[in-house]
């Protein structure tokens, strides 16, 4: 399910051999704004995070993210809530120019020991612009109300 129209970026990807039979990443509804991704772990041997325990999960695919774009790779609220899994390094950032399998770093902040089976949704993946910059070193920055305040500054 998906609004795109002709004129939407084409993600073109590769399928692995690790990632034979599993769904393509989908928006599950309309106006969702990340695809999931589901885990390309062997069928026969699902890979057991214990608490406190971090993994690298394979999505059994290659991406060709369009020039432009980045991918975020986010954890899933329900199982954040109910499980306590989220992504270690939130959101993972995937390069338009990375072509290796793109995997989910998954951490398990929860109490039990969490299952992950073949296909299971495990993140979402945010296709998002982004502008690299000129750099240019100066000697003096324009001056603003704020200034150096932050962190709080403007009270609660
Ligand atoms: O959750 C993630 C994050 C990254 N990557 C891949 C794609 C990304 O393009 C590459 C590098 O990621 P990043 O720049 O975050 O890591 P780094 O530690 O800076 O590694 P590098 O030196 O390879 O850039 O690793 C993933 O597959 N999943
Ligand atoms: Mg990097």
């Keep these: 399910m998906n609004a795109h129209t002709s004129s939407s970026p084409k993600l073109n990807l590769i399928r692995l051999e690790n990632g034979d039979g599993l769904d393509l990443p989908s928006y599950e509804t309309a106006g969702a704004a ?3 991704l589901r885990a390309a772990v062997a069928e026969a041997e699902p890979m057991t995070l214990a608490p406190g325990k971090r993994a690298l999960v394979p999505t ?5 993210i369009p020039a432009g774009y980045e991918a975020q790779i986010r954890p899933r609220s329900g199982l954040a809530f109910k499980n306590g899994i989220t992504c270690l390094n939130t959101p993972g950032t995937i390069d338009s120019d990375y072509r290796g399998e793109v995997k989910v770093l998954l951490i398990n902040l929860g109490e039990q020991d969490f299952i992950i089976s073949r296909g299971m949704r495990i993140a979402q ?3 998002a612009p982004v502008t690299q910059v000129r750099v240019a070193e ?3 920055v324009t001056e603003t ?3 150096a305040g932050g962190f709080g500054s403007t009270g609660v």
């Design 34 to 36: 990340g695809m999931d």
């Design 60 to 64: 059994g695919f290659i991406f060709e």
């Design 145 to 147: 109300v704020r200034g």
């Design 125 to 127: 993946m945010v296709i």
């Design 138 to 140: 100066i000697s003096d």
